[in-house]
């Protein structure tokens, strides 16, 4: 069963930037795509950004050129730089793989607000 731990969230202006960082441990983390997804107030949850064990990335057009998702299989961690946050980007921030397969951390929270 794999763990997954967030961090990284946090309040920001628009305009501005942050990494979110997730830990995955308890599994073979470098043959499986993991991802980033979020969830705002009132709203279903969604993909972000996924990244295959090989191959290329994916990225949900609203946050396309402004987030890039990486990994470091080494160190068993998936990253999501995001820049230009705009207001609607809001929401609290999930890992899981990708596709979707398990339980889910507790998500950090990203809030972009002046």
């Known amino acids: 069963q794999v763990q997954l731990v967030e961090s990284g969230g946090g309040l920001v202006q628009p305009g501005g930037s942050l990494r979110l960082s997730c830990v995955a441990s308890g599994s073979i983390f470098s043959i499986y795509g993991m991802g980033w997804y979020r969830q705002a107030p009132g709203k279903q949850r969604e993909l972000v950004a996924g990244i295959p064990s090989s191959g290329s990335t994916n990225y949900a057009d609203s946050v396309k050129g402004r987030f890039t998702i990486s990994r470091d299989n080494a160190k068993n961690t998936v990253y999501l730089q995001m820049s230009s946050l705009k207001p609607e980007d809001t929401a609290v921030y999930y890992c899981?793989?990708?596709?979707?397969?398990?339980?889910w951390g507790q998500g950090t929270q990203v809030t972009v607000s002046s």
């Open positions: 899981n793989r990708y596709p979707v397969s398990g339980s």
